[in-house]
């Protein structure tokens, strides 16, 4: 896996590429396809995405703190080692995402769909799942059938 570490500059264009990436810190992403990106040991802070569909992309060791992502897709994802803290993902879709040891401290999952291969990860994070659907599934009353 190709690392990347840089910091993103805050004039280039609205998408992220094979450059390196270090932190990207108030950076705001709107409506673009980021397809085969691998992030490693980055930092994503005070960002926010909107209507971004990340495909087949590996963020290894990374965190991403106080970011929004609005309208986001993640589809054939893998997340290892990669905390979340204080994140929002709102109306968003999970399909077919790995996360492995990768804690989601006070983040918040609203209004997404989740296939069952992501939620099953989801699921032993940190992260609160609100009304969100679960491969046909409403959450919250799969939350109080399994309480």
């Known amino acids: 896996m190709k690392a ?3 910091f993103r500059s805050s004039n280039s264009k609205n998408t992220l590429n094979s450059e390196r990436y270090e932190v990207i810190e108030n950076e705001s992403l709107k409506d673009t396809s ?8 980055s930092l994503f802070s005070l960002s926010n995405f909107e209507n971004v569909t990340f495909e087949s992309c590996v963020f290894f060791g990374s965190k991403l703190e106080n970011c929004d992502f609005i309208g986001c897709k993640f589809i054939n994802c893998e997340f290892h080692f990669t905390s ?3 994140t929002n993902i709102f109306d968003s879709n999970f399909e077919n995402c790995l996360i492995v040891a ?4 006070d983040t918040t999952i609203f209004e997404s769909t989740i296939d069952q291969r992501s939620a099953h990860y989801l699921w032993k994070t ?3 799942l609100d009304h969100c659907y679960i491969s046909g599934v409403f959450s919250s009353d799969l939350i109080k059938k399994v309480a």
């Open 126 to 128: 940190q992260a609160k």
């Open 102 to 105: 990768s804690p989601m401290k």
């Open 84 to 86: 979340f803290d204080h």
């Open 34 to 41: 980021i397809n085969g990106l691998k992030i490693s040991g």
């Open 4 to 6: 990347q570490t840089n």
